[in-house]
């Protein structure tokens, strides 16, 4: 079965506004992945967060991760038509033979 | 410069041919891989090689085979091509296996099987 789930599969919001997304996964992890796929392209990677780590930035990005609730959320902030893309979260089971496992993705539309 | 370059990005092809997707890496990685993503955007791992040696292989039928002459290099041969193997497919590298690392991928090779 699936490791990653993102929630929700599909979001469209406004440029400038805030954009959330959801990832929860069933078992423990040494590190989540997100990456972006814009149309027609490959996957991009966007931030990694380790397991021991709650919460890392980069640019307009926020992830957070609880290892309690085996969640995690990518927050686009001021988001730009440029931003419309596909997000996936990829989990690494701990302990497991080295592969990521990916979520079936988010679809994100940002509407100028 | 691309850093994970695929040839060909389109591959249209009768069911029963055998054909081949070739990558190459100049970021000087030791880890690669090849993925496919079916049409519903689901990514899943098909092998994966660390310096030559083969160290993730999946539940893929024994009709593709991947081969790295070099650690910059990882190609992946089908044969017998059937429907079902319609998808995209997309090679990705990292500094080291584990997967402890960001991947880098490639814009990926769209299959179609006639």
């Known amino acids: 079965s699936q490791q990653g789930e993102e929630d929700p599969q599909a979001l469209s919001i406004q440029e400038g506004e805030n954009a959330t997304m959801n990832c929860s996964y069933k078992?423990?992890?040494?590190?989540l992945q997100w990456y972006r796929q814009n149309s027609g392209r490959g996957l991009v990677h966007l931030i990694l967060?380790?397991?021991?780590?709650r919460e890392k930035h980069s640019g307009r990005l926020r992830v957070t991760l609880d290892t309690s609730k085996k969640s995690s959320s990518l927050l686009i902030t001021a988001s730009r038509a440029a931003d419309t893309a596909s997000y996936f979260c990829a989990t690494l089971v701990a302990g497991a033979n080295s592969k990521l496992t990916f979520g079936k993705g988010i679809t994100l539309s940002v509407r100028p | 410069d691309t850093a994970v370059s695929q040839t060909p990005k389109y591959l249209v092809t009768q069911m029963g041919n055998d054909k081949s997707i070739k990558c190459e890496q100049n970021l000087g990685h030791d880890t690669m891989y090849w993925y496919k993503q079916d049409s519903k955007k689901f990514l899943k791992i098909m092998f994966s090689y660390n310096n030559k040696e083969l160290i993730i292989n999946e539940t893929v039928p024994n009709r593709f085979s991947p081969k790295s002459p070099d650690k910059a290099h990882l190609n992946l041969h089908i044969n017998s091509l059937e429907l079902g193997d319609s998808a995209v497919y997309f090679c990705?590298?990292?500094?080291?296996?584990?997967?402890?690392?960001?991947?880098?991928f490639g814009d990926g090779t769209r299959l179609s099987i006639l």
């Open positions: 967060i380790r397991s021991n780590e």
């Open positions: 078992t423990s992890i040494n590190n």
């Open positions: 990705a590298s990292s500094l080291g296996p584990a997967a402890r690392q960001p991947q880098h």
